[in-house]
């Protein structure tokens, strides 16, 4: 932003340029100097008319009020009064007379001198709100039918144009004018010159105002389009309606050329120009905040728009006597918007570039407003100025387009910077992968010399090792082939691992994962593939994809019918067709499907994406393959895709058995390296839940991961399994996708809606590796994922992985529940301890009682067992016990503890959870309140479990704030232990705190301790 004096100094100079144009504006337009009316008569004797020049007949004419008398009457010769033309006629009506509604004549007399063949012309600008002319006696012109009732006036408020024959040297002028509210009779001067001279100057005005028309409908085209090509932000829309609705008002304003045009009654153009000008004020404020990204929308711009759509609403159904009555709100309006508008800019104008272009802009709007304000007081005739406001239109403009070039120019910097940035990633990946190909290949020569060393034989122990390591630097090269393919990948090359396919086991398999997108549609899948169909030269990944392509698209775009894929040979080439009976395409789609980014017409593409890139990928996949690919389609009639591929062969060198080695033998070694770094069967096994609808995978499954030394129970569906989890702690769930019923996607959202992505993981296997079918499940809430067939070194690294995030979750959990215990509030200790001093001076042996309670409760909270799993609940008891009696012994009797508890209570709880409520229903129940409470602990048993029970009669809580103490984001001294505690339950018993709250009332916190829950996870 430019320093606040240069900015003055700007705005300064173009105040002086805006004013000194204005002015030579004005004196190009001023009347020649010429004789005024007085007493009724304009005397021109003497006076010669200047060529292409109007006068005004400014002056006093004489005035008839409530009456209308006709040229040719007598009564005009009677003493007449006078009213000053222009202005109001309000002051020549008697007091009692009708305000809201008045009627009179106006008479002046011309008096020149004789001039053979001079006609004149009259330019009569406006004349509330009905007028007559005559000229000599004779009528030559109305404007609406000005009555002396109500009941035959009709209003029509437009500029018109009298011709005045030659006539001699005496012109008599009387015009019946009649008003129904507001500012009545000649209000605006009334031109006279020769015809020519009023055409010009008629000219002249209509186009300033076309040309101010033609300067808002420019860039209110341009903001529209910018708008809607995403280029800014919504302050061009504002920007643009701000426009098109000046258009209006220009065109509704001074010579009214809308109303001329198009014949409006008057009712309607009333209430079309005071809108507009309704309608431009209330866009105002919203587009400055937009321009300048204020953000929130303050109270003060809401009641601004009501008032703005109050009043607008107002304009639409009231009579225009009304409006006219009650002009005064939209100045009003008017005020409100500044007020708007004003704070608005003041919050933003000092911390926003390019502020100088707004600034101009205001100010030459101002400009317009005061000088009009001005002119409309004195008696000067007025013609339409469009410069201010075209002035203000190219500030903001200039606004617009130099924010959108300073976009420009940061994008195309931070585009050359992400280019740089992107070749420095690209060549650091490439030479750092040619670096470290020499010494890994040395690392895997050596290794290979020892493992064939046959004069020094590596011990066995040791050749294990050796080939594990030798397995591992293979594979690691083949991650250095992968890093160089990027570069590759950038330069459209493509590796193809070609080599002979089956085509017809593709087909399946790409409809097994489709078919869950039929979605209950009655559409019929038929393959016709011969089985002595020869094999196609292709790549096994590629080719999935271009038939995933197709008959994905084919479903799409198929309501009812058939699909079926044909695969016959032609001509020595394979050709593979997919056809469809559904919408089909016409010949303008059909001839541009294949083109990146293209999609057809219809509904139906519009509404789910219609062909995009799928199309123009799978052509190019099948030229890369050295094949075609075309369709055939007519609108309703389906579609037919056919593409080609190379026949099969049987070359060894296709088949890249190189690479399939590598993989062989570097999955056996680190196999058994996954299974040496087990679990060792004296750690607590970890329990997994596998879900697959198929019995044999099933024990393919238990058989590998019971291998590892884990428990493994099965479900055959969803619902088995969520009823497992409901009796039985998991650690890990693996599921099938593709399952009857209920697909693993929706039985991952369920299982989510009680345990979180750390409280329980889920690993799904599926047969898609598609990056959209991966992001379903990651989105349904799953941890991780195994492409099947399932590689079992693969699934016991990601179990194991997520198995150990499992039991480091629950790790955090207790150490998080033993530190949020030791971290022991100062204010706590410091009052401890001033409660044992003074009890020092008064009764020792309290004194020592509560040193004692103290030295236990501070050993208690530090004890290392409070890391623990579960401890007894004589130990839990017996640190509530110690906090309260510190508790009591500070707050006396605002404190009341009432116990309630079952004989011989033996069982285990996890730490800190009975000590955690108590101290929170004294710190947050009791506390609070100054009366102080009763809290009212309790643990009773039943058959089947031991239920726990802490009520306090303290503040309370309503069901928001019980909300965000167990469920919402963590944050210092915001319930941090209660969320803790009922976390933990949940991961050992499934169920955690039940709460129950009232303001002013209390609150009740429950859990419960199944027996048998506490005897399976003691097992573990």
Known sequence: MLPRRNTLLILAIFIIALTAIRLAFLSYLQPAEHPKAVSGVLDLRGWSMPENRTITLNGEWAFYPSAFIQPNSSLLNADPGYIQVPGSWEHAFPEDSDASYRYGTYRLRILADEQDDVAYKLRINRINDASAVYVNGELAEMNGNPSETRDGYKARVLPYFVTIPSAGSRIDLVIHISSHAGKGGIVDSIRLGSEEAVDH????????????????LIHGLYATMLFFFRVANQGLLYFALIMFLGIMIVLAADDKLLFVWMETPYELYKKIAVWSYIAVVACIPPLFRHMFDTGRRTKLLWWSTCFSAAYALFVLIAPARYIDAYMFLLGINYLVVIIVSSIILSRALRRSED?????????????????????????????????DLAFAVFAFAAFWFKRFFRTVNQTKLLAEKLQLANQQKDDFLVSTSHELRNPLHGI??????????????????????????????????????DLIDITRLKENTIR????????????????????????????????????????????ENRLAQILFNLIHNAIKFTDAGTISIQAEVVNGLPHIRIKDTGIGMDEETRSRIFMPYEQGDSERIKASGGFGLGLSITKQLVELHGGSLSAVSSPGNGSEFTFTLPVGQNSELLKEPERSQAHIEATAPVQSAAASSAPSPSRNRAKILVIDDDSVNLNILVDVLGSVHYDVITASNA????????????????????MPHVSGYELTRLIRKRFSLSELPILLLTARNRPEDLLAGFQAGANDYVTKPVDAWELKSRVRASVDLKLSFEERLRMEAAWLQAQIKPHFLYNTINSIAALGTMDLDKMQRLLGEFSNYLRTSFDFHNSDQLVSIDRELDLVRSYLYIEQERFGERLEIQWVLADNLRFQLPPLSIQTLVENAVNHGILPRTRGG???????????????????????????QIQQVLDGSPSIGSGIGLRNTDRRLKQLYGKGLRMHSVPEQGTTVTFQLPKEGVKIRNER
């Open 355 to 387: 502020v100088i272009f707004v600034l101009l802009g205001l100010t030459a709007v101002g400009n317009n407003i005061i000088w009009t304000s001005v002119l409309m007081r004195l008696p000067v005739d007025k013609i339409h100025y469009p410069f």
């Open 444 to 481: 895997m020569n050596i290794t290979q010399s020892m493992l064939d060393d046959s004069v020094h034989p590596v011990p066995d122990e040791h050749r294990k090792r050796l080939k594990i390591q030798a397995a591992v630097a293979r594979r690691m090269s083949l991650m250095l082939d």
């Open 496 to 539: 193809l691992r070609l080599r002979s396919l089956p085509i017809e086991p593709l087909v399946n398999g790409t409809i097994d994962i489709l078919r869950y997108m039929l979605d209950g549609k009655p559409i019929a899948i038929h393959i016709h593939i011969a089985d002595n169909f020869p094999d196609v030269h292709a790549d």
């Open 201 to 216: 100057l008629n000219l002249l005005s209509w186009g300033l105002q076309l040309g101010l028309c033609i300067v808002f």
């Open 934 to 960: 009763r809290i009212h602990i309790q643990i009773a048993e039943a058959e089947d479990h031991v239920e726990i029970r802490i009520t306090d009669n303290g503040v309370g809580m309503n069901q928001a």
């Open 719 to 738: 619902a088995e399994a969520l009823a497992k989890l409901e009796t039985a702690a998991v650690d890990l769930v693996i599921s099938d996708v593709m």
